[in-house]
């Protein structure tokens, strides 16, 4: 007996909105880096702005730790909502490659979560499909996931340039290496700004299509309901 495919668009919503989150706090992040910038640049000129420097000195850790936060949460919602989407086709027997618990840890194990991620969400993008063509021979299948390796590309980039970013802060020994570093910083936010866009796109073409599988198998089952012959 096929088992029941378990609603995964509650999920899809909480991880998009933890990213409309993490996208407003690291635009912030951003506008707070650049003002520290400027101040920094023109303390020669207005050694008033002392109070101005400490206060930003401040927030701007604070916002860092936010940005940390937010990023924890976004990866356990994340995966939360991944491993539900596979663990649908896997329900639905569709020949898989993982099992669903081994969807979720390759996101975590060194070295196979450099491409493990890619290849389950184009599995999920992919059999989704497969699954929903089982009930409409009409269906045309979307084969094109350039749209997943373009998000996963920018993730992998981002990580990079994130840990050469932060290592800018280690050698800022003065005012123009200091605002060198936040200028590396904000290219950092922004590439993470992107990705998040990209992962964003990725779990709304995800969410359509299991939209579709979940509607149409709701559908099914209840004809089969109705032309059950009860004794």
Known sequence: ME????DNSERSKDITLVFYVFI???AITILLIIYQSFVIQNYANNPSDISTIEILDIIVPIMRIAQFVIYIISIVFFVRWFKRAYGNLIRKHQPMEYSENGSAWGFFVPIVS????ITTAK???LKTQYAIKEYNSNL?????TSFIALWWIFMIFNNIFASYASRKYDKAFDIPSFVDANAYSIISDVIDIIGIVLAL???????KV???LRKTNETVT???????ITP
Request: no cysteine; net charge negative; charged share 35%.
């Open 3 to 6: 088992e029941e495919i378990r």
């Open 24 to 26: 407003a706090i690291n």
């Open 114 to 117: 450099l491409y493990r991620p």
């Open 123 to 125: 599995e999920i993008y």
């Open 140 to 144: 045309k299948i979307d084969t094109d």
């Open 201 to 207: 796109y990725v779990i709304h073409k995800i969410t």
């Open 210 to 212: 299991e939209t579709i």
């Open 222 to 228: 209840g004809i089969d309901e109705i032309g059950t």
